[in-house]
């Protein structure tokens, strides 16, 4: 049983910053790629940012220079520091592994958490 929880949202003024954290746990042999992405009430769910598992990063046009994606690999942790955060990052953020459970590989994602950021 693989799992993957957040923590780290919550609310935080125009111009604040977050950090947010996933940690895998279970029966986890080996992890690919890992993401964040996020959810806006009437909204789709999109890419926020992602980190290769050799360490190579790219994020959404909107968050960049403001968001750093980053991960521990002996922890099986994914972090995204947020920065001059803005009103319109308001959201549902959630992370994603694509890993290797020791009979496939399969994409999981953690449960979300809010981010909510007041103007």
């Known amino acids: 049983q693989v799992q993957l929880v957040e923590s780290g949202g919550g609310l935080v003024q125009a111009g604040g910053s977050l950090r947010l954290s996933c940690a895998a746990s279970?029966?986890?042999?080996?992890?690919?790629?890992m993401g964040w992405y996020r959810q806006a009430p009437g909204k789709q769910r999109e890419l926020v940012a992602h980190i290769t598992s050799g360490g190579t990063t790219n994020c959404a046009d909107a968050v960049k220079g403001r968001f750093t994606i980053s991960r521990d690999n002996v922890k099986n942790t994914v972090y995204l520091q947020m920065n001059s955060l803005k009103p319109e990052d308001t959201a549902v953020y959630y992370c994603?592994?694509?890993?290797?459970?020791?009979?496939?590989?399969?994409?999981?994602w953690g449960q979300g958490t809010q981010v909510t950021v007041s103007s």
């Open positions: 279970g029966s986890i042999f080996s992890i690919n790629g």
């Open positions: 994603n592994a694509d890993l290797w459970d020791g009979e496939v590989w399969y994409d999981y």
